[in-house]
């Protein structure tokens, strides 16, 4: 079984920057593709950033490529999202996610691709 656990939300303003982090437990976890989504009130769990199990593929929404980097360390069994630039409509909670096939899937993925969540973290940036 594996559990995933958000950390590093909050309240910024517009331009800020913060950093989510995803701990993750689990024997076979650093084997997983690992996801990062996030929901904003009344609109669909969205797609933000995809990382394969060594780090070595990655993945962007275009809302969100060049101002977001996915990273993480299979040692601490971790998945970051170092978030810059922030705008108002990335306002939503963001969810980590685990993929626990071996397809390694890389694009626009969608929740259904996913088998493991975590319970989310707030991040709110003000105009």
């Known amino acids: 079984q594996v559990q995933l656990v958000e950390s590093g939300g909050g309240l910024l303003q517009a331009g800020g920057s913060l950093r989510l982090s995803c701990a993750a437990s689990?024997?076979?976890?650093?084997?997983?593709?690992m996801g990062w989504f996030r929901q904003s009130l009344g609109k669909e769990r969205e797609f933000v950033a995809v990382?394969?199990?060594?780090?070595?593929?990655?993945y962007y929404a275009d809302s969100v490529k060049g101002r977001f980097t996915i990273s993480r360390d299979n040692a601490k069994h971790t998945v970051d999202l170092q978030m810059n630039s922030l705008k108002p409509e990335d306002t939503a909670v963001y969810y980590c996610?685990?993929?626990?096939?071996?397809?390694?899937?890389?694009?626009?993925?969608?929740?259904?691709?996913?088998?493991?969540w975590g319970q989310g973290t707030q991040v709110t940036v003000s105009s």
């Open positions: 689990g024997r076979t976890v650093g084997l997983y593709t």
């Open positions: 996610a685990a993929d626990r096939t071996t397809a390694q899937r890389m694009g626009v993925l969608t929740p259904s691709d996913f088998d493991y």
């Open positions: 990382i394969s199990w060594n780090g070595g593929s990655t």
